[in-house]
């Protein structure tokens, strides 16, 4: 009898999301659904690349030159083998772009992670403390602001790389990567548990519990925020796509990731020496993967957004 | 108006007094300074003497104060690659930069206002779905992608237009301009487009959620209850209040454009201050990073406090106190 | 010229949502006479500023008129082109709407929208239009209309700005004022101010009001007549006086209770139980019927029609059944 209880419980949870506003917006829109399938089939084959990719890239013994810059499958110089083609180093080309979004993924997703961490918690501090903490806070934040991501990206990533020095750079290039993309995009977290944080604390139950003897800070972090995963959800979608461009544009700049374990970025880098004399596949396919990403999770990112909008419904 | 204008300079001075301070840390700290710029022969009594004369051994606030100063007044120090004052070298490089910041920020405006006005008047229009689907490649695409794939489009199939380099120049009074020729202009427009693109399309979404949500605002449809003609309720009253935030952000993009140049001029190899930052970066050319820094940084801080004076300027609410 | 102004006969507004087709307003009808003043009362989402929106044609999509008419001066009006109602607007019809803070345009001053306002409407000067601009602010009864005018709308207070805004509405000299909510904004020391203002517009121009309003006491001020909405149907409508002190329809009767006067004794206001349904519930019958102490079966079944009792039309069964109710 339980059991049927629990399963009752959680199909009505189905039903209930099946039923919403949301899922109805989803499925109205089939630009959003087939946003949200690339997005998927991306994710899974950068997470399934060691197993479906037909070579392994970064083993450096298994390359051969003989083999460097074939043109693609269809092409009358190219190999079955390769079916994207070869770079200059041998590396075929589809394996490269499976285990380079696997990489792009892992540097967005991470920092994405780091900065609503931090951006939520600097947040939830500002609003709660108030007075100086919260206007040095926002101070930061707001001059921060000023500035693209992409320059305090590019100056973190410098100012470390050149105090790590060359060798370690293989190391430590996803760790400086992480940090500096997170650091460059905390900021719209934090603005926006903060004025939410703002509201729940001026409410009585945060009184009471005050008075009750319970930590305040617990009971808001128990109610602001599911108040404000909607936005913070939004926001992460859309930061994921900026993350992902970072990374590829200090990639693409020779700060990134380094090019023996290439991110997309790092490929079209190399690519790029190659397009004038016609080996175009190095830079196209890992530029179309890309390209793909990011507009799909832009497409998702703003369908969230409209769909968690209170004013559109 | 003039307590605002004056806290808000003074806020900028502090802001820039900080960034000075980072840059002064990165300046002294990243790398040897000393190390950078003799050889490996030189005996250590010569190296200290060299550090006495660069005051390398005064007391550090004295030595940021000196750093400020020297800044200040125009003296980034000299760059360890090319032993040249960095100052000379950005002077050099400067108008490149500003050449091709300047024309994208107008055709990111003269694009994107009137696409953004367009698809917020008229929502069902296949002209809007098209805006809509440039927008989403403008936003999507990476800048350095947009600048590769123009070039492969432009300059190696069409062959019509460089893929490098400024084409010829003309010096006016210590300012080298590309506007005077035409292969200085057409090697202005692929950058120009690559670096516009991701503003336009910036501008052209705000402003269309701009008016979209001002179109349903009170005053509007009070506007509309009198009788004003269509012209007048669009343009008189909806744009006019569009435009402030649009002022706002498009001033403060304005910086982020001279910013994003780097990935242009990297492309490109256009011969400006952002390839230079990105060199002096792979060489750890210490001296000109943070001179980058500052000068970044005083753009910025300068832009920020023209906008919102310029906000005080248009927003009567603001400038008249209440009754 | 016959003495009507305006008459809407089985006016229906509907709205499409993805939950199908909503109702907002269900067959209403009204004539107003030349220099009436009509109020237009119920709950919040009767429908009574859909009807106002309705009549001047600013219903936008997803709503629209679905069926009926609406007659201004023996013209029909809900089916002119958009260009044509434009010129209604404004020149036959002037609009208040509630909240006079965000009518105004903040970026403009005063004279600027006054001027804009009659220079659409009439072929004069900006001279003459400034002129005329002036006066109207004194006509409301602005103090020093000529030194204020230039100022913005952030500078006046709550009341001053809601004369600016029925200034706007009167710039040229309409024969209908649709006044939404007009006095819901403002102080309640400010309020009787503002329908003073709106009844001597009316008097001295000879224009008719429809009052919209939540509020019985602006309506007892104010109005001639009245018109009880309820869930987008008309319930009662009749001469002021008659409604409210011998109300017919069970609803008036409950509104009327409930609203407390100095002269009443009593320890409780008459509450009627329930709420108003939503628009995607409205019952088969009566509106009213769940909420209604006498309902019967037919309550529950069909729609009243419209009936003649005494002064008063009411949309009740029970009034076809039993005849007047005292």
């Known amino acids: ?24 917006s989803f499925t109205r829109s089939k630009v959003t659904m087939v946003a949200a399938l690339v997005t998927f089939l991306i994710f ?133 990567l992480v940090i500096s993309i997170g650091l460059s995009f905390w900021v719209q977290y934090a603005r926006t ?34 108040n404000v995963m909607g936005p913070v959800l939004v926001i992460a979608t859309i ?66 957004r409209d769909a968690l909008n209170p004013k559109l419904r | ?105 107008i055709f990111a405006l003269c694009a994107g206002i009137p696409m953004g006005v367009f698809t917020a008047l008229y929502k069902d229009s296949v002209l809007t779905k098209l805006f809509q689907a ?55 427009i692929l950058p120009a487009i690559t670096l516009g693109l991701f503003q336009m399309t910036l501008i052209m979404r705000l402003v269309r959620s701009e008016m979209m949500e001002i179109l349903r605002s009170d005053f509007i449809k009070f506007a509309r209850a009198r009788g004003l003609t269509p012209r007048a309720v669009h343009f008189g009253h909806a744009l006019k209040n569009t435009m402030i935030p649009v002022i706002t952000i498009t001033g403060l993009q304005l910086g982020s454009i001279i910013a994003f140049a780097i990935i242009t001029e990297t492309v490109f190899q256009w011969p400006g201050i952002g390839l230079m930052f990105l060199q002096a970066v792979q060489d750890v050319d210490v001296p000109i990073m943070a001179a980058y820094l500052l000068m970044i940084a005083f753009l910025f801080v300068f832009i920020n406090l023209i906008v919102d004076i310029l906000y005080v300027v248009v927003d009567p609410r603001i400038r008249i106190e209440k009754a | 010229m016959s003495d009507t102004l305006l008459g809407v006969k089985d006016l229906v507004v509907e709205f499409s949502t993805r939950r199908g087709i909503l109702t907002a307003v269900d067959k209403v009808s009204f004539d107003l006479e030349r220099g009436e003043v009509l109020g237009l009362v119920g709950e919040s989402g009767a429908g009574k500023s859909i009807t106002g929106s309705a009549i001047v044609g600013l219903i936008d999509p997803p709503g629209r008129i679905a069926a009926g008419t609406v007659h201004l001066a023996g013209q029909r009006i809900d089916n002119l082109p958009t260009e044509k109602m434009r010129h209604i607007r404004g020149d036959k019809i002037g609009m208040v709407f509630q909240d006079p803070l965000s009518s105004l345009n903040p970026l403009y001053s005063v004279a600027e929208q006054l001027v804009e306002t009659i220079l659409t409407h009439k072929d004069i000067s900006k001279k003459q239009a400034r002129d005329r601009a002036i006066e ?58 503002i329908v003073s203002v709106l009844k001597r517009m009316c008097s001295e121009h000879g224009a008719s009001v429809i009052l919209i309003t939540h509020d019985m006491g602006v309506i007892a001020e104010a109005a001639d007549r009245v018109a009880v909405l309820y869930s987008g149907r008309m319930a009662e409508i009749g001469p002021v006086r008659d409604v409210i002190k011998h109300p017919q329809h069970p609803y008036t009767k409950g509104l009327m209770g409930s609203i407390p006067t100095i002269t009443q004794k009593g320890d409780r206001l008459t509450q009627i139980p329930g709420s108003m349904p939503r628009l995607t519930d409205r019952p088969p019958g009566c509106a009213f019927a769940p909420r209604c102490e006498m309902a019967t079966s037919a309550c529950h079944q069909s729609h009243p029609s419209e009936e003649n009792v005494g002064t008063a039309r009411v949309a009740c069964h029970l009034i076809t059944k039993m005849g007047a109710v005292a």
């Open chain 1, 1 to 24: 009898m339980s059991m049927n209880k629990e399963t009752d419980e959680k199909m009505s949870v189905i039903a209930r999301v099946l039923d919403s506003d949301i899922w109805y």
């Open chain 1, 44 to 176: 899974a084959s950068a997470l399934f690349a060691p197993i479906i990719s037909p070579h392994d890239p970064f083993d450096l013994a298994s390359l051969s030159l003989m083999d460097s810059l074939l043109p693609p499958a269809w092409n009358a110089e190219g190999d079955p083998n390769y079916l994207l083609g070869t770079d200059d180093q041998g590396r075929d080309v589809l394996s490269t772009i499976l285990y380079g979004s696997r990489i792009s993924l892992a540097v967005g997703l991470v920092s994405v992670a780091f900065a609503a961490v931090l951006g939520i918690t600097l947040g939830l501090v500002a609003g709660y403390m108030g007075g100086r903490v919260d206007a040095i806070i926002m101070r930061v934040a707001d001059v921060q602001l000023s500035f693209p991501a992409i320059l305090i990206a590019l100056l973190i990533d410098g100012t470390v790389n050149a105090l790590v020095g060359g060798m370690d750079r293989e190391r430590s290039a996803f760790t400086v």
């Open chain 1, 193 to 226: 548990v903060r004025s939410s944080t703002l509201v729940e604390r001026n409410k009585e139950y945060v009184q009471a519990a005050r008075l009750i003897g319970l930590h305040p800070f617990l009971i808001m972090l128990r109610h602001v925020l599911p």
């Open chain 1, 239 to 304: 930061n994921l796509a900026l993350a992902v461009i970072t990374e590829a544009t200090l990639s693409f700049l020779g700060v990134g990731i380094p090019g023996t374990q290439p991110s997309l970025g790092t490929m079209i880098r190399t690519g790029n020496d190659f397009l004038f004399s016609g080996e175009w596949w190095i830079t196209f396919f890992p530029g179309a993967m890309l390209a793909a990403l990011v507009l799909a999770v832009n497409l998702l990112g703003d369908w969230l």
């Open chain 2, 1 to 105: 108006m003039l307590a605002f204008i004056i806290k808000r300079f003074v806020q900028s001075i502090v802001v820039m007094l900080v960034v000075g301070l980072i840059a002064f840390v990165m300046f002294r700290f990243v790398g040897d300074p000393v190390d950078q710029m003799v050889g490996l022969e030189t005996s250590i009594e010569d190296r200290e003497r060299l550090r006495e004369t660069l005051g390398l051994n005064a007391p550090l606030p004295m030595q940021y104060w000196n750093f400020i100063s020297s800044a200040a007044m125009g003296d980034f120090g000299t760059s360890y690659q090319f032993k040249r004052p960095v100052a000379d070298m950005l002077g050099d490089r400067l108008p490149a930069t500003l050449e091709l910041a300047l024309v994208s920020a």
């Open chain 2, 134 to 188: 440039i927008s989403l490649v403008g936003i999507s695409l990476p800048t350095f992608l947009i600048g590769i794939l123009l070039i492969y489009v432009f300059s190696v199939q069409l062959q019509k237009l460089p893929s490098f380099g400024r084409g010829e120049v003309v010096d006016i009074a210590g300012w080298s301009t590309g506007l005077l020729t035409v292969s200085g202009l057409k090697a202005l």
């Open chain 3, 136 to 193: 109207l602010l004194d006509e409301v009864g602005i103090p020093a209309a000529d030194l204020r005018i230039d100022d913005y709308p952030h500078q006046f207070s709550g009341g001053m700005r809601q004369r600016v805004v029925i200034a706007l509405a009167l710039c040229a000299d309409p024969e209908l004022i649709i006044a939404d909510e007009p006095t819901t904004a403002l102080d309640v020391s400010v309020q009787s101010q």
